[in-house]
């Protein structure tokens, strides 16, 4: 079965940087693209960005360029974001997802969440 | 950007009632998503393609719409249907949500 394993709860101070991962289990890593996606505590879902395993190609949200970069390890099927320059409007819940059907969003991680605070 | 806006943004159910969650679009999209998302749990993908069930779906769940106005709509209300739905575009750059209904049981 599909599994997204993310890493664990993040607290981080403000300025830093902090990078989270996203282990794939169940299909093959390479064929399918992972977008991450934040959530503000209480409030909706907002895109950052995908890349596609395979090549590390990547596409953002104009938002988040120069706020998120995403890597990943074929050797390892992990895909990994990093935010930078942290302030507290970072804060949220940050999933990965792997993209599925037409343009959905079929398996989830279970999330990470960034707490910036000093 | 493609805005979505849901409605109601709060509403609430009696077991078998029916339910229907309108999404509409600040421009023409060609297929809308929809999520539910229980409380501390990660979003769960329920209808890709404006009506097409996600795998282990229950069918009283249902998708429809076209151009700017989609909806959802549950035909029998269960208590484990009480959730945030969400739905969501990729027809432009980039992919938005709307800001979610919250569905509770009466």
């Known amino acids: 079965q599909v599994k997204l394993l993310q890493s664990g709860a993040a607290l981080v101070k403000p300025g830093a940087s902090v990078k989270m991962s996203c282990k794939a289990s169940?299909?093959?890593?390479?064929?399918?693209?992972v977008s991450w996606v934040k959530q503000s505590h209480g409030k909706s879902l907002e895109w950052i960005g995908e890349i596609y395993p395979n090549s590390g190609a990547t596409n953002f949200n104009e938002k988040f360029k120069g706020k998120a970069t995403l890597t990943v390890d074929k050797s390892t099927s992990t895909a990994y974001m990093e935010l930078s320059r942290l302030t507290s409007e970072d804060s949220a819940i940050y999933y990965c997802?792997?993209?599925?059907?037409?343009?959905?969003?079929?398996?989830w991680g279970q999330g990470v969440m960034v707490t910036v605070s000093s | 950007e493609i805005v979505l806006t849901q409605s109601p943004t709060t509403t609430a159910a009696s077991p078998g009632e029916k339910v229907t969650i309108t999404c509409l679009a600040s421009?023409?999209?060609?297929?809308m998503y929809w999520y539910q998302q229980k409380s501390g749990a990660s979003p769960k993908l329920l209808i890709y393609s404006t009506s097409s069930l996600a795998s282990g779906v229950p069918d009283r769940f249902s998708g429809s719409g076209s151009g700017t106005s989609y909806s959802l709509t549950i035909n029998t209300m269960e208590a484990e249907d009480a959730a945030t739905y969400y739905c969501q575009q990729w027809s432009s750059n980039p992919p938005t949500f709307g800001s979610g209904t919250k569905l509770e049981i009466k």
């Open positions: 997802t792997r993209e599925g059907p037409g343009s959905s969003f079929d398996y």
């Open positions: 169940g299909y093959t890593f390479t064929d399918y693209w």
């Open positions: 421009s023409s999209v060609s297929n």
